[in-house]
């Protein structure tokens, strides 16, 4: 029984653990420098932040909405929106051109 006990015991604590780094927010941050004979010859810097969607969207994060892999429906989407796009420059560039027959008509 006293197994059972601190297994809810621990349990519990971890969602409490859980719930505030995804209320809070925690930053994990490191530098790793490769030298050879004094020489840096490579930095990598690891940035970890992991807090709720909430949390994110309040500090100003939010590159999620607008990544292409992680919402596929966008791509198609964005493709419209080019193909749109084209068809209005092309149909700009006949009505341009037929100003200009009607200037060169009209000045005859």
């Known amino acids: 029984m006293s197994s059972?006990?601190?297994a809810h015991g621990r349990s519990t604590?971890?969602?409490?653990?859980?719930d505030r780094i995804l209320d809070k927010g925690l930053v994990v941050a490191g530098d790793?420098?490769?030298s050879l004979a004094d020489?840096?010859?490579l930095t990598i810097r690891i940035?970890?932040?992991?807090c709720s969607i909430d949390k994110a969207e309040q500090i100003g994060l939010?590159?999620?909405?607008?990544?292409?892999?992680l919402s596929p429906g966008k791509q198609a989407l964005s493709a419209e929106n080019d193909d749109l796009r084209k068809q209005v420059r092309a149909l700009e560039r006949q009505l341009a051109a037929a100003g200009r027959r009607r200037s060169v008509v009209g000045s005859r």
């Open 32 to 34: 790793i420098k490769v």
């Open 39 to 41: 020489v840096e010859l």
């Open 4 to 6: 059972v006990v601190e």
């Open 62 to 69: 939010d590159w999620w909405r607008y990544d292409h892999h």
């Open 13 to 18: 604590g971890l969602v409490e653990v859980l």
């Open 47 to 50: 940035r970890l932040l992991i």
